[in-house]
């Protein structure tokens, strides 16, 4: 991370990564903290993180929305194994998966007594951030917890609870918002009003609250670190999760075929041009109907019912 102008800026020497419907930020969990922390020193808008995992990129072929707020995410970080192995496939490795449950705990370390974090929980289930509440006071001493809220269900269809949520956050006012309200929910309405809300970072991280306050369990590290978080996940929850990743497992291979496909088709057409003698006026690795999100006549769009 590097100051200019006065702003913190994420270090772009490692440029973003644009596959599979969005742009990645290829930086370590220690970058991304930094990056982070500096953020919440400055007088600026909100800024919002997206932590895209395989669920998430598959919603992304057919969901504008949730494309429209991938796109003006502030922070790009990988959630998942699976997608840090694809990215690998692709020869586009990130130096570290940054799970939206692993990066909100590294925060909170990053707090001090000369300049403690100020948080905002939004989302779970009633009571459960109340829960995570204690539970981050007592775990981390240079933690204040200025609020929390957990909205009604259909909250995102309600003006009233709408801005009922904005005005509790900004009357916290705080360094960062945890949002724990799912995916494509959390995303959206981040995009939405990110640019109303006085806190100074907002991070879109799902089941995290949940976790803190051991509403719910995380996997092992051992399964976490050979990529099966996510097969843990659906054993616990197999009515809520399973016919979720059975889907995904299904589509997002196909997501990479395509985006492979695009790939081998332009270094052989790159091939071509080269043993011709002929200047290539084309980008290596266009965006193509191949290997942009698709649109999904089989189901409109809306924000998801996953909390």
């Known amino acids: ?100 449950s692993d990066l909100v705990p590294a925060l909170f370390d990053s707090g001090t007594r000369d300049r403690p974090l100020t948080v905002f929980l939004l989302g779970a289930a009633p009571g459960v951030a109340e829960k995570a509440a204690s539970v981050i006071h007592s775990r981390w001493e240079h933690v204040r917890v200025l609020g929390v809220y957990s909205p009604s269900i259909s909250f995102e269809q309600d003006p009233a609870e709408l801005e009922r949520i904005a005005r509790q956050i900004n009357e916290a006012a705080p360094d960062l918002l945890v949002i724990g309200l799912g995916c494509p929910k959390q995303e959206v309405w981040a995009s939405q009003f ?74 052989d057409a790159g091939a071509a041009d080269r043993l011709l003698g002929r200047a290539i006026t084309t980008p290596r690795y266009p965006p193509t109907y191949w290997d942009a999100p698709r649109s999904s006549t089989r189901r409109p769009w809306s924000f998801g019912k996953l909390r």
């Open 1 to 100: 991370m590097e100051k200019i102008g006065g702003r913190f800026i994420v270090n772009r020497q490692r440029p973003k990564i644009s596959i599979f419907g969005c742009e990645i930020d290829p930086l370590s969990k220690d970058e991304a903290v930094n990056t982070i922390g500096g953020w919440t020193r400055e007088s600026a808008p909100c800024r919002y993180i997206v932590t895209p995992n395989v669920h998430h990129l598959v919603l992304l072929q057919e969901q504008p929305a949730l494309r429209k707020a991938y796109e003006s995410a502030d922070l790009t970080l990988v959630d998942g194994r699976p997608v840090g192995w694809a990215l690998k496939l692709m020869k586009n490795p990130v130096p570290e998966v940054v799970p939206g």
């Open 194 to 267: 990110a640019p109303r809300l006085k806190a100074k970072v907002a991070i879109c991280a799902g089941a995290t609250i949940d976790f803190i306050a051991g509403h719910r369990r995380r996997a092992p590290v051992w399964m976490q670190k050979i990529g099966c978080e996510w097969l843990f996940r659906a054993l616990t929850e197999p009515m809520r999760l399973g016919p979720r990743y059975l889907r995904d497992g299904v589509e997002f291979p196909m997501i990479i075929a395509r985006s492979l496909f695009t790939r081998v088709a332009f270094e």
